[in-house]
Nanobody, 117 residues
Framework: QVQLVESGGGLAQAGGSLRLSCAAS????????MGWFRQAPGKVREFVAT????????AYANSVKGRFTISRDNAKNMVYLQMNSLNAGGTAGYYC??????????WGQGTQVTGLN
C-alpha cells in the first residue's frame, strides 16, 4: 500500500530549471528502487531516470542525460528530479514510481511540467 505523491511541476522558461519531488508513505522507502517517467499528450510513457535503494547507482534516458539529476533522501522518504536546461521537449506529465522485488510497481498521480522554447 505504498503511496507516492509528486509535486514541483510548473512552467519553465527556455533553459530554465525545475525540481520535482516525490513523497513516499506506506512502505519501507529505503528498500525501493525509485524512478521517474514522463508522458506527453498523445505519446507513450517513457523512462526518464532511476536510482537504486542506496542512491549509489543511477541511470538516465539519453534524452535527459547531462541535464537531469535524480536523487533520494531515505531519511525523509523523498526522491527528487532536478531538471535543468528545460525546453518544450520536456513538456509532459511526470510520474514517480517505486519498485521492489516480489511486489507490484507503485505509481504516483503525476505532476505537470511545461517547458518553453
Amino acid at each position: 500500500q505504498v503511496q507516492l505523491v509528486e509535486s514541483g511541476g510548473g512552467l519553465a522558461q527556455a533553459g530554465g530549471s525545475l525540481r520535482l519531488s516525490c513523497a513516499a508513505s506506506g512502505g519501507t522507502f529505503s528498500s525501493y528502487r525509485m524512478g521517474w517517467f514522463r508522458q506527453a499528450p498523445g505519446k507513450v510513457r517513457e523512462f526518464v531516470a532511476t536510482i537504486d535503494w542506496s542512491g549509489g547507482s543511477t541511470a538516465y534516458a539519453n534524452s535527459v542525460k547531462g541535464r537531469f539529476t535524480i536523487s533520494r533522501d531515505n531519511a525523509k522518504n523523498m526522491v527528487y528530479l532536478q531538471m535543468n536546461s528545460l525546453n518544450a521537449g520536456g513538456t509532459a506529465g511526470y510520474y514517480c514510481a517505486g519498485r521492489r522485488s516480489y511486489e507490484d510497481d507503485y505509481w504516483g498521480q503525476g505532476t505537470q511540467v511545461t517547458g518553453l522554447n
